[in-house]
């Protein structure tokens, strides 16, 4: 049985060739990624001149950006689960000067905690204006607020990307905690993790900080680093490969049989990555994947991979993205120094290798089990057990004891005999072979591939939710070889 790290390495050097390609055609000066697993980073590479002649490696000091969003909310739910915060409490609770904006209607909510964390405050999206407000005081933020906002949708249902809502989230924070937000983030989330190369001002930083930087007239222009603020909360922090990827594996960890300990619950780690609001197609252009917004990360659905958990950051001279996979753990992390290099195209596409090498090293073993699929409870293990015998021997009562009744009310059992056979003599399958394949979307589902002559057979079956463990869904399908 191959494991993931054997797998992984099957593509390192294609990976890698997709970030040296990138400072090769002049996207960014320097270009760094790294893979990981539930263990740790397990692969990492570098290329281009991170600023004194050498190529950036795991331990070189970037910004993250928005990357750091997922900090914040990790931090606001460290808050929450101590009793000090409530999801549901207004902006106005923290942030008197919220009290001067005029909602959009009479009737419309103040913005609550959840609403900010949630990108669906109701505010524009505001990444250009934002990216430039760090470093202003919380006196000029409320007079921000004092001035008046614009709404694009009531508050409360739509999601629109808003780096002001993380901006009022860090004014949360404060007040709760009763220092500067990058004080509560560093000593709530940051330190017990360990993640001491995670810091909110480069002046911290004991590893080489990288200078941003944007294309002009052929050649790259440095960029002032700004220092923390206001705004730190929505994508304040420098960090390394290294650290990053500790941080994406402590988040993943948390769907795993054994979760991580740390300051932030596994319960809370999951609330983090579940679908809260739906994105807009408009705000994802291009992508097949269903994607949603959950408390400081984006949750995509792939019909192949599962949900995959990511975000990106881009400030003025960098680029950052991190993603992983909810069912095994396995995902990228990369940088970049150039203002909208959009180093996340390239991170999706590693991503992207890494699973399907991990997928397809999942053949089964001897006993028909499968390794690192979505896993399948013992029921739909016994599950596939028995109609394996079903298929070899049709019988009806058979049938009748491992089926809920309404598989034979949906095609009766005669047909279903003749089906079966006619799918299985199209392809010579062979019954009694350990299947070639396997595929799980959720525990209650799986998907199996038996071999034959001229092709092979695809038999699915999904489980009703009786703890009986009785099939619901029985498909035999010929997979006839192309020729």
């Known amino acids: 049985m191959t494991g993931p790290h054997q797998a992984i390495a099957t593509v390192v050097d294609r990976v890698d060739e997709l970030f040296r390609s990138r400072v090769e055609q002049g996207i960014a000066p320097s270009s760094v990624w790294g893979v990981f697993d539930r263990s740790g980073l397990v692969a990492s590479g570098g290329h281009g001149d991170r600023g004194d002649g050498r190529r ?64 669906s405050a109701g505010f524009p999206t505001d990444d250009p204006w934002a990216d430039r407000q760090e470093s202003i005081s919380d006196a000029e933020l409320d007079e921000v607020l004092r001035g008046g906002l614009l709404f694009d949708s009531l508050p409360g249902t739509r999601f629109a990307y808003s780096n002001l809502g993380y901006a009022l989230l860090g004014r949360v924070g404060a007040v709760v905690t009763g220092q500067p937000f990058t004080a509560a983030a560093s000593e709530t989330v940051l330190r017990p993790l360990g993640l001491t190369d995670t810091v909110f001002s480069a002046d911290e930083s004991t590893g080489f900080v990288v200078t941003g930087v944007r294309g002009h007239e052929g050649d ?63 705000v994802v252009p291009g992508s097949a994947r269903a994607t949603a917004y959950g408390f400081g990360l984006f949750v995509e659905q792939d019909d192949r991979f599962g949900e995959l958990v990511s975000h990106s950051g881009g400030y003025p001279g960098f680029s950052a993205h991190m993603r992983w996979s909810v069912r095994d753990g396995v995902g990228v992390v990369a940088f970049e120094n150039a203002t909208q290099a959009k180093v996340s195209a390239a991170a999706q596409r590693a991503h992207d290798l890494v699973l399907d090498a991990v997928l397809t090293a999942q053949a089964p073993d001897a006993t028909g089990a499968s390794s690192g699929v979505a896993a399948t409870t013992r029921a739909t293990r016994a599950a596939q057990s028995a109609v394996t015998r079903l298929l070899a021997d049709w019988r009806d009562d058979l049938a009748d004891a491992i089926c809920t009744p309404n598989v034979a009310m949906d095609v009766p059992y005669d047909r279903r005999r003749r089906a079966v056979a006619q799918a299985v003599a199209e392809v010579g399958a062979d019954l009694g072979a350990a299947p070639v394949a396997e595929y799980a979307a959720t525990p209650s589902h799986l998907r199996w591939w038996l071999p034959g002559t001229c092709g092979r057979l695809r038999v699915e079956i999904r489980l009703a939710p009786a703890a009986a463990g009785r099939v619901q869904t029985l498909n035999v399908v010929a997979e006839p070889a192309e020729r």
Do not use: N
Request: aromatic content about 6%; glycine content about 6%; some cysteine.
């Open 220 to 282: 790259w222009e440095p960029l002032p680093m700004t220092g923390p603020g206001a705004f730190s909360s929505i994508g304040g922090l420098f960090s390394t490969v290294r650290d990053l990827a500790r941080w994406a594996t402590h988040l993943g960890s948390a769907f795993s049989a054994a979760p991580e300990a740390g300051p932030v619950s596994p319960a809370d780690r999951r609330l983090m990555q579940q679908a809260m609001r739906v994105v807009p197609p408009s």
């Open 56 to 119: 950036p490696d795991a331990d070189t000091v970037y910004r993250i950006a928005s990357c750091t969003k997922s900090v914040t909310a990790a931090t606001l739910l460290t808050l929450v689960a101590r009793g000090a915060l409530d999801l549901d409490a207004p902006i106005t609770d923290f942030v008197p000067a919220f009290g001067a904006v005029d909602l959009p209607t009479a009737d419309s909510p103040v913005p609550t905690v959840r609403m900010l964390l949630t990108m």
